[in-house]
């Protein structure tokens, strides 16, 4: 039994594909029959693969079906986390997902999953593109502070949201914990963050996000161990669609 992740499969079975990278760059090509390949290959139905956001490009459930079906067809058990482009959840509706595919997938919001004696915890976090605007060279030419003040109230809701992930888990017994974040835990600015801190304060064992896409952006966050935690990007392209094993 083994506990996998991987992000941004960026599904669309049903709908339109509006990002030209997917459909020009080369990773991106038949990445569906390659992960599929490559859960086949490295995992079985004991297996856990959490899935961290940008799941499918459809608008809402109906437009998501066939999205679903390849993931529930993918081995093990699936635990999916919001991502910016999953349109389809709305936060408050997370309870209702869990009804609906109950026994399927499960939909981590405001709630924790197990993995061994682990607590699986999570949130979508949010944008660390901005405020900021770089060149070419990375040195910052201009600051929107209006976007300023509205990432910070973002980071505000989901440090509230991930502490309820947090405090639920604790609250049942569990004192270890993998923390999963759709974005980046840090911009490119930045060492620390909120989300750090967080992870730091709970004692989470890894922290696991995904959302970079690109070699200019893989490793523009924290990699490796930092402060005793390990940290990974799971994007999909980054991975080449080969899951990463997180635990045994």
Not at 32 to 37: E, F, M, R, S, V
Not at 169 to 182: D, I, V
Not at 191 to 205: C, N
Request: charged share 25%; glycine share 6%.
């Amino acid at each position: 039994m083994s506990l996998f992740a991987i992000g941004d499969l960026h599904l669309h079975f049903q709908s339109e594909c509006p990002a030209p990278m997917q459909k020009t760059d080369p990773v991106w090509r038949n990445h569906t029959q390659k992960l599929a390949a490559n859960c086949a290959r490295l995992m079985s139905d004991d297996d856990t693969l959490i899935l961290l956001g940008d799941h499918s490009w459809g608008k809402n459930l109906t437009q998501c079906q066939r999205d679903f079906q390849y993931i529930m067809d993918l081995p093990g058990r699936k635990i999916l986390l919001r991502g910016n482009h999953d349109q389809f959840w709305d936060v408050g509706h997370t309870a209702r997902l869990n009804v609906c595919y109950a026994g399927k997938l499960f939909f981590l919001q405001n709630n924790f999953a197990v993995y061994r004696d682990y607590a699986l915890v999570g949130t979508k976090g949010a944008c660390f593109e901005g405020p900021f605007y770089l060149d070419k060279k990375g040195r910052i030419r201009d600051w929107d502070h209006a976007s300023e003040a509205k990432a910070e109230a973002l980071v505000r809701r989901e440090i509230t949201r991930l502490r309820l992930s947090f405090e639920a888990a604790r609250a049942s017994g569990y004192n270890r914990f993998l923390m999963f974040l759709h974005y980046p835990p840090t911009n490119l600015l930045e060492r620390t963050s909120a989300f750090t801190a967080l992870a730091e304060e709970y004692g989470a064992h890894q922290v696991v996000y995904a959302h970079s896409h690109g070699e200019a952006v893989y490793h523009s966050s924290i990699e490796g161990n930092f402060r005793s935690i390990d940290y990974s990007l799971v994007s999909g392209d980054y991975l080449r669609w080969i899951p990463k094993k997180l635990l045994d």
